[in-house]
């Protein structure tokens, strides 16, 4: 090879370079472990769905929820234990999940993810949410 320092130099710049999101990520994260959330406060002490479901698929719920009310016009939403609820991110979720700082924030900063809800959609005013 005429270029052998130049294509070693490109080789470890290209690595490096495919390494730094995994890095990056690695330590955006840190050694503390996932956020530690306060229960809500208020009489509820249980979500709609289990909190092991609701952490991982809460996205999906929420998409679902979306497209029952908009394209077909349902308004409740049956759980798998039977209770019934009122589909609705305001109506439902932030009435026990008031502090987006304390709660969506630190969970999406935490899985460095960066939810599109509110650009769109405003977050209530406290006392503000329409049943």
């Given at each position: 090879m005429y270029n052998k320092p130049l294509i070693l130099t490109i080789i470890i710049v290209v690595l490096a370079?495919?390494?730094?999101?995994?890095?990056?990520?690695?330590?955006?994260?840190?050694?503390?472990?996932?956020p530690r959330?306060?229960?809500?406060?208020?009489?509820?002490?249980?979500?709609?769905?289990?909190?092991?479901?609701?952490?991982?698929?809460?996205?999906?719920?929420?998409?679902?929820?979306?497209d029952s009310r908009v394209r077909e016009g349902a308004l409740k939403y049956v759980a798998s234990d039977g209770r019934g609820y009122v589909m609705g991110l305001t109506t439902t979720c932030i009435g026990c999940h008031s502090n987006k700082a304390d709660f969506c924030d630190r969970c999406h900063d935490y899985a460095l993810v960066h939810p599109r809800c509110w650009d769109c959609h405003t977050f209530p005013e406290k006392g503000d949410t329409a049943k």
């Open positions: 370079g495919l390494a730094a999101p995994f890095i990056y990520a690695r330590m955006g994260t840190g050694a503390a472990g996932p959330l306060a229960p809500p406060p208020g009489g509820e002490k249980r979500c709609v769905e289990s909190k092991e479901y609701m952490r991982e698929h809460h996205v999906d719920l929420l998409m679902r929820w979306r």
